[in-house]
């Protein structure tokens, strides 16, 4: 599967941004999807996860209850929308595909996810 990620953008602080990625390829809902973000100097963060259907997610701490992940299998898309930024969510935000989690699996480390999209720039100024 390939998967492109868009959305990423200039915002203060307190805004909001919506991320897509879109797949190509294979069946969408033969994977879990998730998004990751690294911030320079840093090492690559979760940000949150969906199973296949969409039914199960999950956040850490870090953007739970400012963050939103979704998924439209018929349009072969997953998004994460961004409420209430802080400058510490600039990143750049990269989706990632799982084969193989079973259908009510959220993949919750990077290790789990063999295709990752290109990344792209959110930026949060103060």
């Known amino acids: 599967v390939q998967l492109q990620a868009s959305g990423g953008g200039l915002v203060q602080a307190g805004g909001s941004l919506s991320l897509s990625c879109a797949a190509s390829g294979r069946t969408f809902s033969a994977y879990a999807m998730g998004w990751f973000r690294q911030a320079p100097g840093k090492e690559r963060e979760f940000v949150a996860a969906i199973n296949r259907n969409g039914k199960s997610t999950y956040y850490p701490d870090s953007v739970k209850g400012r963050f939103t992940i979704s998924r439209d299998n018929a349009k072969n898309t997953v998004y994460l929308q961004m409420n209430t930024l802080k400058p510490e969510d600039t990143a750049v935000h990269y989706c990632?595909?799982?084969?193989?989690?079973?259908?009510?699996?959220?993949?919750?480390?990077?290790?789990?996810?063999?295709?990752w999209g290109q990344g792209t720039q959110v930026t949060v100024s103060s």
């Open positions: 990632a595909a799982a084969s193989r989690a079973i259908l009510s699996t959220v993949v919750l480390t990077a290790g789990g996810y063999n295709y």
